[in-house]
């Protein structure tokens, strides 16, 4: 198989020019839990031609009902090195660097200086999140950040705006007021659902868990569906890709 075979129906929709330029671009994935991880996929089967994957988790079994490289043989697996040798399947000229990494204030330095064309923040950890999206901003990286794709069922109430434009969205809300303390008041796209928040089934809490790389996880985890976080990132990799190609509003 060669490339125009792989991607010749791609190119029927886009022409060789696009083809070529989004062959030659680099893209980031930051987060690869339900969101990122149907992002990277759509990105590697979209042509993207450079993929960079960060993630410090390995696939864990309660990742099976909406992560796509969770399986049976995949539980214990990084899930960036899972991913990376998806991509390297779907397309062997990839180029895909996975980095079993947290992000933080402490690697921003070192995981941003990588020369990208579009970052995703597929993260759930908001600390991070704030700290990658003010660092994108202040760097003139193009970003889509995903909001709470957590406690949906309704695929039909995902959105797309700036983060000054979003409603209902309880992340969403944090972000803005977060991002408004350090002077930020949109600018940059977010992906977000209005469906209204569904009340957790189980209210049990679970005792807090720390990790090695510091990130503590939620007392409560929230519920998740096999829809909702794929629509999330097959979505935010259309953006991505609309906008690389620079594809009118």
Same mark, same amino acid.
């Given at each position: 198989?060669?490339?125009?075979?792989? %991607?010749?129906?791609?190119? +029927?929709?886009? &022409?060789?020019?696009?083809?070529?330029?989004?062959?030659?671009?680099?893209?980031?994935?930051f987060g690869l839990g339900g969101v990122?991880? %149907?992002?990277?996929?759509? +990105?590697?089967? &979209?042509?993207?031609?450079?993929l960079t994957l960060v993630d410090f988790d390995?696939?864990?079994?309660?990742?099976l009902n909406r992560q796509l490289h969770a399986l049976d043989t995949t539980i214990g697996r990084p899930k960036a090195l899972v991913l990376a040798e998806r991509c390297r399947l779907i397309n062997p000229a990839i180029a895909v660097e996975p980095l079993q990494a947290f992000y933080s204030a402490d690697s921003s330095e070192t995981l941003l200086a990588r020369g990208f064309d579009y970052?995703?923040?597929?993260?759930?950890?908001?600390?991070?999140?704030l700290h990658l999206i003010e660092s994108c901003l202040n760097r003139n990286l193009a970003l889509i950040s995903s909001m709470g794709a957590a406690n949906k069922l309704d695929p039909t109430q995902i959105r797309v705006s700036d983060l000054a434009h979003t409603h209902k969205c309880r992340l969403a809300r944090i972000i803005r007021r977060e991002l408004r303390r350090r002077h930020i008041h949109g600018g940059f796209k977010v992906v977000y659902s209005t469906e209204d928040f569904r009340p957790l089934s189980d209210t049990r809490r679970r005792p807090a868990l720390q990790t090695a790389a510091?990130?503590?996880?939620?007392?409560?985890?929230?519920?998740?569906?096999?829809?909702?976080?794929?629509?999330?990132?097959?979505?935010?990799?259309?953006?991505?890709?609309?906008?690389?190609?620079?594809?009118?509003?």
């Open positions: 198989m060669t490339n125009h075979n792989r %991607f010749s129906r791609l190119e +029927l929709l886009l &022409g060789a020019d696009n083809l070529k330029r989004l062959r030659h671009s680099s893209v980031a994935v990122g991880s %149907f992002a990277v996929e759509a +990105l590697a089967r &979209g042509g993207i031609g450079r390995q696939v864990d079994i309660t990742n970052v995703l923040d597929c993260i759930d950890h908001i600390t991070s999140k510091g990130y503590q996880e939620r007392r409560a985890p929230l519920g998740s569906s096999s829809v909702v976080p794929p629509v999330f990132g097959l979505t935010m990799a259309g953006e991505a890709i609309r906008d690389l190609l620079q594809e009118p509003v």
